[in-house]
């Protein structure tokens, strides 16, 4: 008689062989003619989910079931990923969504992560600003001196104008290249 092994752990289908006696934790049920997505698997259960070692006895039959799989979660208040074994083991501090910037916040009405607009802007504001800051030192600064230093030491106007001309072109052009950011709007 072709009797069906399974786990006596979960359940789950593990062969079949034909068997001249009846021996715990198989059954005579036919497989369901199913076909199973790769992470799924047939398990012989009672109705309270539970492995039965007499399962033609007691009422139990095969059930698709779902395998674990390893899901990447964040924190809500620390953005902090973590592995779970299965989506099913993801605490209520953490989410599947992973957060899209780095200024997103959790927001639990939402059940979602919400960007803050004002701390990306103050955030991008600080990075125009040192940009800015550092081109106009490097570039418009030492343009400037260099045509201050022409004008009392050579007495060259014109040297000192052209050079003036430079810096202000670069002065524009990285204004022009590193636009302040617009603030959200209210």
Not at 159 to 180: F, M, V
Request: with cysteine; charged share 30%.
């Amino acid at each position: 008689m072709l009797r069906h092994y399974f786990s006596n752990v979960s359940g789950e289908y593990i062969a079949s062989k034909n068997l001249e006696h009846v021996i715990g934790f198989t059954t005579s049920q036919k497989l369901p003619s199913v076909e199973l997505a790769k992470n799924e698997y047939f398990a012989m259960l009672d109705e309270n989910g539970n492995v039965n070692q007499w399962p033609d006895k007691n009422g139990c039959t095969w059930q698709i079931k779902t395998r674990f799989e390893q899901v990447t979660a964040y924190h809500k208040e620390t953005k902090e990923p973590k592995q779970f074994d299965d989506k099913t083991l993801v605490t209520d501090d953490y989410t599947l969504e992973k957060p899209a910037t780095q200024f997103d916040n959790w927001d639990s009405q939402l059940d979602d992560w919400v960007t803050d607009l004002q701390a990306k802007y103050e955030y991008d504001y600080q990075q125009v600003n040192s940009i800015r800051g550092s081109l106009y030192s490097q570039i418009v600064d030492r343009l400037n001196s260099e045509a201050e230093m022409i004008r009392r030491t050579e007495g060259n106007e014109a040297k000192a104008l052209d050079y003036e001309a430079q810096a202000d072109a670069a002065y524009i052009k990285i204004r022009e290249d590193n636009p302040w950011p617009l603030p959200p709007e209210a």
